[in-house]
């Protein structure tokens, strides 16, 4: 619990402005979310109906007709993470948070560590996630557990390198699109 508030006293206050913004963002990410991830388990459960009462294995040559589940929900989770990540750039909003919410130029000490934070998770996730899935399916004497973690780090060295380019690219295209907001308020002011 240290650590978060540790973090909050880091990031400084929240500004209500952005905080409203943000969550009026948020609730359309949620939407896609849940109403996409909603009709895509709906298409699943089809999917395997039609399956069984055909007597049609989906797992098969046959089965290569289908267009599969876990694609539909990978756009589903495309469209959901990346639509509000656009209107946030658009809205000129990088976070509710003072302390950033107004830079000029990319804080590139918070760029690092949330890169850093984003790395470490991808690469325990994906070592981890490998190794869960090797124990059950060639059980726990046949884990390689080097290789496992090998590919753990590859993963959080690569999610550090597009951390680093995500995030300070939407700084920069947030500090852009607020400074020709603030532009056009200015011109229709004179």
Known sequence: MSLIK????????????LVAESNRIMRIGYTILLAG???????????TQVASTTDTP??????ERVFPLD???????????????????????????????????VPWNYVVQVSLLC??????????????????IVG?????W????????????MGFAIGMVAISASFKAAIENRKK??????????
Do not use: H
């Open 37 to 47: 991830t909603a009709l895509a388990l709906y298409y699943g459960l089809m999917l």
């Open 146 to 157: 080097i290789g496992d973690i090998a590919m753990g780090f590859v993963f959080a060295g």
């Open 71 to 105: 694609k539909v929900l990978l756009i589903v989770f495309v469209l959901g993470t990346f639509i509000p990540c656009g209107m946030f750039m658009r809205s000129g909003i990088t976070t509710e948070r003072n302390r950033y919410a107004q830079v000029d130029y």
């Open 6 to 17: 540790k973090w909050e006293t880091y990031m400084g206050p929240k500004d209500e402005r």
């Open 181 to 190: 907001l603030d532009e056009e308020l200015d011109d229709g002011l004179l």
């Open 58 to 63: 989906i797992f098969t040559a046959l089965g």
């Open 119 to 136: 790395a470490l998770i991808i690469g325990v996730l994906s070592a981890g996630m490998r190794i869960v899935a090797e124990i059950q």
């Open 140 to 144: 726990l004497g046949q884990v390689a």
